[in-house]
């Protein structure tokens, strides 16, 4: 079934046929259906396949006056303020192949609509890893990452895509194909457009592919799985980790909520109010020898209850188990999703004032931490009677610790209503950004962080 | 041109004893560490973030530039008062503010110098990764305004990475935070749009740094090689074994001598090329790590590998290395000194086209590199009293820049714009590029007073220049 268009909204579809063909526009009732967001449904969906034709597809919408929502595989759309409008939905799906894998510089230059998963993938079977494994979905994009900002366990030894990212193409609000940084470990030649890209969830430009830093295998991967009957005891272990000359790769606690997941994968079982710690560590063998020893010393200094060593191919069925349970657990639709973010040494504090919260109002609440980042993410069932009460407590609490917490993902009458930000005294200088990049506010307009409304 | 009133104004804001405007004073802050000189009107040496919103303010309102300056170390012309106006001089602001280990955090003023806050952390055990070679002097703001790198961001990384939130005063005086003190602060991202942006968009007064603990143990390798190719080799083989050091340095033949002439920091006088490396991290993988390395040497026909034995051994050949442009500056005061980075494969052929650039002019240009990150830096020598060589040596400044974005990178990796690499600008970005970079100059800066002309190429300019096409 094709709905009724009205003649400037035909008009625009005929324009964006003639940018990318008959066979990659779509006003089918089904296509536009499956690319809703925010429960806006937009009346055309166009499949891009080159920076020039987002550029000319942009450049039409600001023609047409119709808005953009950029489009990867989907699956992080729903994070963030609300959407105000969407007229059409630009796929970047077709751009999803490697541009240049130079190993000889250890980058790799992606198009946007590249599936991270698959770009994993590849880049093993040459024996190459990117240090960066945000938790999203196996369809995930590239392009859809950076504009979110996610980031994974791996940002502990390696930062975020703000630290991983060198190059980014992409194409402004108003059609211009912009180019930032490049492929040189350094660059300070102008204004850095990319730091400004990442995370902009789409509000400034859609990013049409950028070159990342690689590195060659560790000779040795190991995860340590160490459960604790307290949450307290783990935490300490974090800090002394923390004041040590240790360099792990990641260290990750969860609850039992999420470590009830982890144990087909080698988990060691938890206590009701248990916390597992997850140390990756990845390096020479000497190098992991030696953090083995050390780290499991500290555990048995604070009272480890079980320790589980996982080596070479165990170490990536426990890590996808781990991106496995974040995704069903955080990512479904029926979950409020939250980010808390303290100071290191306050970690401990916020992990047990968001239990305390969760039992006050009788929700079970479920934790993961970035024990080096001080990134807490909570999950809740969107079905609790009093959300707005939760999100309170939980404000004021990480406010107390000198951070902030946000609700990050949630069901659209949720956002709507209960989504509060912390107070900042940059929102002003962002809006006026927005509006100077994109004076016709074509681009995800609604979505900016701190944005009217 | 400012009046007496202004001074008098900007008097009353910093008080009488933080206020210079006598000719020869303003000699002073005339000049930063290219070979430039421009008269500025005014210098101001503000306490606070309330004194610099002030002293904005009232030039915001009668439209008066303002450069942020810190030590004036900066080589690109960055801090050079070209159109006149007020030199902000932020070396006043020197506190450190806090220590907080268990934080990883570090809060100081602008003007605390990198190397002063390295020395506070020492007992602590900890460090502020970014290591400029200027850091005996340069400051921390000046850091954050060039978005600063040096040896061992190899394997830490650069300034950016290390900043969690600053305090700024924008161009109409108001004070707001941006990232903040802890991770993954909401909306756009400020903090990284501001470091590097070379005092254009805003004025940081205070900076929440991101400090770690110091590596358990470090050790220091120089390596002897007959040619260049054998040395650039190690460095892609080290890196392809998955070794990564804190630091590793290319230092040419010229450039060894010139060190020893000045100090003996054990360099040799006859070899192409050295590199000097740094492995830092545990005991335990270290001694692995050394033998590894000793292999591919081997491999790639070194001539001689050094260790160092002691720590007072390992200062000295790092004193050679962070001494290299003063001692170059010995044997000739005056050169230009590039910092352009390619792609790591492409340094080589890079280093050979700055050989013919320099046989060309009849010009020497010495070289030391960032070796492990692309990141060179020629040092065109020349003679103040040869009018042709002074031209000659600004041609090959220019043809090198040219020639880094030919290799696929670009005009400045560390050291900025500023006014020397204005036009080269050009050669790196397309006129789509520039424009949206100008438009967020104009968002943060619309009267256009914080450090102008610097930076972003002057529009009228572009149809002067072929600018990069943009690729499809």
Known sequence: MTPAFSAEQSAFS????????????????????????????????????????????????NQFEKTIVPWGSGSRQSVGPCLARADAVISLKPMNKIIELDVGNYTVQVEAGMVNRDLHRQLAEQGLFLPFDPFCTETSTIGGELATNVSGPSRAAYGTARDIVLGITAVSPTGDIIHTGGKTMKNVAGIDLGKLLIGSQGTLGIITDTVMRIFPQAEVNRSLLLAFPDAED????????LASKLTPGSVELVDRLVGHHLEPAGGPPLEENGVLLMVSISGSREDAERHQKDISTLAEENKVDSTVILDGTEVNGIENAYH???????????????????????????????????SKYGVPVG???????????????????????????????????????????????????GAVLPPRSDYKLMRLLKNSLDPRNILNPGKLVGGPG | ????????????????????????????????????????????????????????????????????????????????????????????????????????????QPGVVNLDLQNALAPFGFVFPPDPASQEMSTLGGNVGENAGGPHCLKHGVTSKYVYGMEVVLSDGEVINVGGSVEDNPGYDLRGLLIGSEGTLGIATRLTLHIIPKPETSRTLLVIFETLENASQTVSDIIGAGIIPGAMELIDKTTCWAIEQGISAGYPTDAEAVLLIELEGLQDSLDRQVRDISEICQKNKVRELRIAKTSAEQAALWQGRRGAFGAIARICPQYIVMDGTVPRNKMVPTIHRVDEIAKKYHLTIALVAHAGDGNIHPLILFDTGNPEEIVSARKAGDEICELCSSMGGTITGEHGVGLEKLHAMFTQFSSADLSAMRRVKEVFDPEGILNPGKLLPPEEDESLHETKEVAG
């Open chain 1, 367 to 417: 934790v993961t931490v970035h024990g080096y980042n001080g990134i807490l993410y909570t999950r809740f069932d969107a079905s609790v009677a009093d959300p707005s009460g939760i999100i309170n407590d939980l404000n004021g609490t990480a406010a107390g610790l000198d951070g902030f917490f946000m609700v990050e993902a949630a069901p659209l009458q949720f956002r709507k209503n």
């Open chain 1, 324 to 358: 496995q349970a974040h995704q069903s657990l955080f990512t479904s639709p029926s979950v409020v999703q939250g980010k808390a973010s303290v100071p290191l040494s306050k970690q401990g504090e916020m992990f047990r004032a968001i239990k305390k919260t969760g």
């Open chain 1, 234 to 241: 783990a935490f300490q272990v974090v800090s002394r980790l």
């Open chain 2, 1 to 108: 041109m400012i009046q007496q009133s202004f001074i008098k104004e900007l008097t009353g804001i910093v008080g009488r004893d933080n206020i210079l405007s006598s000719r020869k004073d303003l000699l002073a802050y005339s000049y930063d560490s290219t070979s430039r000189q421009e008269m500025p009107e005014v210098i101001v040496f503000p306490r606070s973030t309330a004194e610099v919103s002030g002293v904005i303010k009232a030039a915001h309102r009668d439209k008066v530039p303002v450069i942020a300056r810190g030590a004036g170390t900066n080589l690109s012309g960055g801090t050079i008062p070209d159109r006149g106006g007020i030199i902000l001089e932020l070396s006043r602001m020197n506190r450190i503010l806090d220590i907080d280990t268990a934080n990883h955090r570090a809060v100081v």
């Open chain 1, 14 to 61: 005929q324009r964006l046929t003639e940018i990318v063909g008959s066979a990659s526009v779509s006003t089918d009732e089904r296509v536009t259906a499956e690319h809703t967001v925010d429960g806006l449904k937009p009346f055309v969906v166009v499949f891009a396949s080159s920076a020039e034709q987002v550029s000319q597809v942009v450049k039409a919408g």
